[in-house]
């Protein structure tokens, strides 16, 4: 019998075995359900979308003929051709460069929002949930004040105040979507609370703390992460809607939004300059929703497999 | 006076609100769950608690445990008061004071690792660290009979009784010197639950912790006991010597809950002795002994007066009005 496993660290290979032997259950769940999204059509077909709108916006520098920025006022409003799959805008700017860069900036909005929503509240709704009392009603009726703003009315106040850029863009909609993480997880909060596991951890002396970030966080996680999947689109759609009105991106950053903004008054004569970055954005949230649904779906354990 | 005694309930009471709340938010009505609980337990000795189910076993062990606070009573670990304890003296006090729940499964977190939840109380308590947590996992699990490899897996990978086991490693971790288990074998298959019973029994013989044991199995309680109380609707009925209560219970409920157990001789074939009618309410307890109107000796004083708790015989208690003044009544011994 060993006497003591091996240290991570002082050899690599036998961190990376002593990470599979610790992780062996969640490695084998992972390809189970991996397994599951794979008999699902529309998780495979969200997935796709967004392994390609990843893999674009990775890949904009080599796979954009252009600089998204470079004007060619020569080629102004030109319809596009094999020079320029998207045509051009105003400026004489190739818009299918602009779109693939663009990719780069929704999706970063996208994940940014989740993560910090995401992370605000997860906490706040983990909190709320298993503290219950005052404390969750406080934290749910200031919550409730977010959530009673259409999301769309409330994020443009925001970014308004704050005044126009897409960093502000950003603050602006996390704040948005912190209720809808926090009220899931409260959910589930207050169920994981009255669990036995819950109170022997306080007779063994866990703080409040440490129960909540190592008992009832982990539980809600699965549910959270579907969430973030769905959201991501949501936030696309609303950031693109700044962007559009003025108060997201500003130019000449390649925005979707910021684009159909410019473009929509092109859209009788010059129809390309609107519609590409429609449907890029369009797909996008398509991607991310079915591919959400499917996600909630398979990791459900009560419908599971 | 306490010379030898770990654990000491005095006077516990613990009402919960029952029903609606009257129009301005006054309680109309209370759940009496534990109405004047005082036992002790005594250094390396198990105290068995048997009753029927919602007599209020459950909410004993939850007082003892701190995770309700009792209405009422004081709870003495070596002589101090633990409920007047605050801060950092409380979490050091109930360290020595551990649980094992009913339910094996859910009182395991299915999303963390074995090692991590039989080792967090070392951390959390700041016990130990590092590589020094996984020393002393390993060889707690080595004690409740897992193997080291367990560490690294979850909950939902290991059967009942071994869970069981696992709860058991997480209690004992912290070396407590009082375990309250809370019906640990009740959800479990009846082999298992023999293994159960018999390490919890090596474990006391080996460390010499002391328990209180609580069941709603009289041969459970039987195997495990030294002492065993009786509880109906919120109190303690009778307490005595494992042996003694066995042989020659005195409180009617005790013998009914005796009787009530099938015996396994296919000769005998009478049937069970039931008590008539339904364990009453604890919101609506009966004036005067609360088990008289299903006692069978019921007489009229019961109905009036509640019984004190008399001694008679060695650490044998028993609270019944057919013993009061007689002391050793034989003629009402029934054979």
């Given at each position: 019998?060993?006497?003591?496993?091996?240290?991570?660290?002082?050899?690599?290979?036998?961190?990376?075995?002593?990470?599979?032997?610790?992780?062996?259950?969640?490695?084998?769940?992972?390809?189970?359900?991996?397994?599951?999204?794979?008999r699902?059509?529309?998780?495979v077909?969200?997935f796709?979308?967004?392994?390609?709108?990843?893999?674009?916006?990775?890949?904009?520098?080599?796979?954009?003929?252009?600089?998204?920025?470079?004007?060619?006022?020569?080629?102004?409003?030109?319809?596009?051709?094999?020079?320029?799959?998207?045509?051009?805008?105003?400026?004489?700017?190739?818009?299918?460069?602009?779109?693939?860069?663009g990719?780069?900036?929704?999706?970063?909005?996208?994940?940014?929002?989740?993560?910090?929503a995401?992370?605000l509240?997860?906490?706040?709704?983990?909190?709320?949930?298993?503290?219950g009392?005052?404390?969750?009603?406080?934290?749910?009726?200031?919550?409730?004040i977010?959530l009673?703003?259409?999301?769309?009315?409330?994020?443009?106040?925001?970014?308004?105040?704050?005044?126009?850029?897409?960093r502000?863009?950003?603050?602006?909609?996390?704040?948005?979507?912190?209720?809808?993480?926090?009220?899931?997880?409260?959910?589930?909060?207050?169920?994981?609370?009255?669990?036995?596991?819950?109170?022997?951890?306080?007779?063994?002396?866990?703080?409040?703390?440490?129960?909540?970030?190592?008992?009832?966080?982990?539980?809600c996680?699965?549910?959270?992460?579907?969430?973030?999947?769905?959201?991501?689109?949501?936030?696309?759609?609303?950031a693109?809607?700044?962007?559009?009105?003025?108060?997201?991106?500003?130019?000449?950053?390649?925005?979707?939004?910021?684009m159909?903004?410019?473009?929509?008054?092109?859209?009788?004569?010059?129809w390309?300059?609107?519609t590409?970055?429609?449907?890029?954005?369009?797909v996008?949230?398509?991607?991310?929703?079915?591919?959400?649904?499917?996600?909630?779906?398979?990791?459900d354990?009560?419908?599971?497999? | 006076?306490?010379?030898?005694?770990?654990?000491?309930?005095?006077?516990?009471?613990?009402?919960?609100?029952?029903?609606?709340?009257?129009?301005?938010?006054r309680?109309?009505a209370?759940?009496?769950?534990?109405?004047?609980?005082?036992?002790?337990?005594?250094?390396?000795?198990?105290?068995?608690?048997?009753?029927?189910?919602?007599?209020?076993?459950?909410?004993?062990?939850?007082?003892?445990?701190?995770?309700?606070?009792?209405?009422?009573?004081?709870?003495l670990?070596?002589?101090?008061d633990?409920?007047?304890?605050e801060?950092?003296?409380?979490?050091?006090?109930?360290?020595?004071?551990?649980?094992?729940?009913?339910?094996?499964?859910?009182?395991?977190?299915?999303?963390?690792?074995?090692?991590?939840?039989?080792?967090?109380?070392?951390e959390?308590?700041?016990l130990?660290?590092?590589?020094?947590?996984?020393?002393?996992?390993?060889?707690m699990?080595?004690?409740?009979?897992?193997?080291?490899?367990?560490?690294?897996r979850?909950?939902?990978?290991?059967?009942?009784?071994?869970?069981?086991?696992?709860?058991?490693?997480?209690?004992?971790?912290?070396?407590?010197r009082?375990?309250v288990?809370?019906?640990?074998?009740?959800?479990?298959?009846?082999?298992?639950?023999?293994?159960?019973?018999?390490?919890?029994?090596?474990?006391?013989?080996?460390?010499?912790?002391?328990?209180?044991?609580?069941?709603?199995?009289?041969?459970?309680?039987?195997?495990?006991?030294?002492?065993?109380?009786?509880?109906?609707?919120?109190?303690i009925?009778?307490?005595?010597?494992?042996?003694?209560?066995?042989?020659?219970?005195?409180?009617?409920y005790?013998?009914a809950?005796?009787?009530?157990?099938?015996?396994?001789?296919?000769?005998?074939?009478?049937?069970?002795?039931?008590?008539?009618?339904?364990?009453?309410?604890?919101?609506?307890?009966?004036?005067?002994?609360?088990?008289?109107?299903?006692?069978p000796?019921?007489?009229?004083?019961?109905?009036?007066t509640?019984p004190?708790?008399?001694?008679?015989?060695?650490?044998?208690?028993?609270?019944?009005?057919?013993?009061?003044?007689?002391?050793?009544?034989?003629?009402?011994?029934?054979?």
């Amino acid at each position: 019998m060993p006497s003591s496993t091996p240290r991570s660290g002082t050899d690599p290979t036998g961190g990376w075995r002593r990470f599979r032997e610790e992780h062996a259950w969640q490695i084998r769940e992972f390809f189970f359900t991996l397994h599951l999204l794979r008999r699902n059509p529309s998780a495979v077909a969200g997935f796709v979308i967004i392994c390609s709108m990843v893999f674009l916006a990775l890949a904009a520098p080599w796979v954009a003929p252009y600089d998204p920025i470079r004007i060619s006022l020569s080629e102004r409003l030109s319809p596009p051709s094999w020079h320029h799959l998207f045509g051009t805008d105003e400026l004489g700017r190739d818009l299918f460069s602009r779109v693939l860069y663009g990719a780069r900036i929704s999706l970063r909005i996208g994940l940014l929002v989740v993560g910090i929503a995401g992370g605000l509240g997860t906490i706040l709704g983990a909190v709320a949930g298993y503290v219950g009392g005052k404390t969750d009603d406080v934290i749910m009726r200031c919550l409730d004040i977010v959530l009673s703003f259409p999301s769309l009315v409330l994020a443009m106040a925001l970014a308004a105040a704050l005044g126009p850029s897409l960093r502000n863009a950003i603050l602006a909609v996390a704040f948005v979507m912190i209720p809808k993480f926090a009220r899931l997880v409260r959910g589930e909060a207050l169920a994981v609370r009255e669990r036995p596991f819950i109170a022997a951890a306080k007779v063994s002396g866990a703080s409040h703390t440490w129960i909540v970030f190592h008992h009832v966080i982990p539980n809600c996680l699965s549910s959270v992460i579907v969430l973030g999947t769905l959201v991501v689109g949501e936030t696309i759609l609303i950031a693109s809607s700044l962007s559009f009105i003025g108060l997201g991106a500003q130019p000449p950053t390649p925005e979707w939004g910021a684009m159909i903004s410019v473009g929509r008054k092109f859209l009788m004569d010059q129809w390309w300059y609107a519609t590409f970055p429609g449907l890029f954005i369009l797909v996008t949230v398509i991607g991310f929703n079915i591919f959400g649904d499917a996600l909630r779906d398979v990791l459900d354990p009560r419908i599971r497999r | 006076m306490d010379e030898g005694v770990v654990i000491r309930a005095e006077g516990l009471r613990k009402y919960f609100p029952a029903g609606a709340s009257g129009l301005w938010g006054r309680r109309k009505a209370f759940l009496r769950a534990v109405d004047g609980v005082s036992f002790h337990v005594r250094e390396g000795e198990t105290l068995g608690l048997v009753g029927e189910s919602g007599c209020g076993k459950s909410t004993v062990g939850m007082l003892l445990l701190g995770l309700h606070r009792p209405d009422a009573g004081r709870v003495l670990y070596r002589g101090e008061d633990i409920l007047a304890l605050e801060g950092e003296a409380k979490r050091r006090m109930r360290r020595n004071i551990q649980v094992v729940f009913q339910d094996p499964q859910s009182s395991l977190d299915p999303r963390m690792l074995v090692k991590k939840a039989v080792g967090f109380p070392l951390e959390v308590n700041g016990l130990a660290r590092g590589a020094e947590v996984t020393r002393r996992v390993e060889a707690m699990l080595a004690e409740v009979g897992l193997r080291p490899e367990h560490m690294y897996r979850y909950p939902h990978e290991f059967s009942g009784g071994q869970r069981q086991r696992i709860n058991i490693a997480r209690a004992l971790i912290t070396g407590p010197r009082f375990v309250v288990f809370d019906e640990p074998t009740s959800a479990l298959d009846v082999s298992v639950q023999a293994q159960i019973l018999n390490l919890v029994k090596d474990l006391q013989k080996r460390r010499g912790y002391s328990y209180l044991f609580i069941s709603h199995d009289l041969s459970v309680i039987r195997h495990v006991s030294h002492r065993v109380a009786v509880m109906y609707l919120g109190r303690i009925v009778e307490t005595a010597p494992r042996g003694d209560l066995f042989q020659t219970p005195r409180h009617p409920y005790t013998r009914a809950l005796m009787a009530a157990v099938p015996k396994p001789d296919p000769a005998r074939r009478q049937p069970l002795a039931l008590l008539p009618g339904d364990v009453p309410s604890p919101v609506h307890i009966p004036p005067g002994c609360r088990f008289h109107p299903r006692c069978p000796e019921v007489m009229d004083v019961c109905r009036e007066t509640e019984p004190a708790p008399v001694e008679v015989g060695p650490d044998h208690v028993v609270a019944c009005h057919l013993w009061h003044g007689t002391g050793f009544d034989a003629r009402r011994r029934s054979a």
